[in-house]
């Protein structure tokens, strides 16, 4: 089994910046791709941005330009660093993670609150 645990997370203004983590641990023998989601109040669990084991990205429109998502894959740790909050970026964000091999499986963090408020 994979563990993974969040943090990061807070109150911030509008403009403000908050930089999350993702720690793998337990059962590593390969991961692959990593993906930032998050969770609106009242809203459906939407994806923010992915990296694959090999560092290419993708991200939600509504994010680009303004979070990078990168990995440490020697320390089995993902990123998210976001810049220029808006209100609109308030959510629960989950760190997921799929790993192929003994121990694969699709592994969810529990998940870290961020909060962009006035």
């Not at 089994?1 to 509008?14: I, K």
């Not at 059962?27 to 990593?34: A, C, E, K, N, P």
């Not at 993670?97 to 699709?106: I, K, L, S, T």
């Amino acid at each position: 089994q994979v563990q993974l645990v969040e943090s990061g997370g807070g109150l911030v203004q509008p403009g403000g910046s908050l930089r999350l983590s993702c720690v793998a641990s337990g059962s590593i023998f390969r991961l692959d791709t990593m993906t930032w989601y998050r969770q609106p109040p009242g809203k459906q669990r939407e994806l923010v941005a992915r990296i694959s084991s090999g560092g290419s990205t993708n991200y939600a429109d509504s994010v680009k330009g303004r979070f990078t998502i990168s990995r440490d894959n020697a320390k089995n740790t993902v990123y998210l660093q976001m810049d220029s909050l808006k209100p609109e970026d308030t959510a629960v964000y989950y760190c997921n993670a799929v790993q192929f091999g003994y121990f694969r499986g699709d592994y969810w963090g529990q998940g870290t609150q961020v909060t962009v408020s006035s």
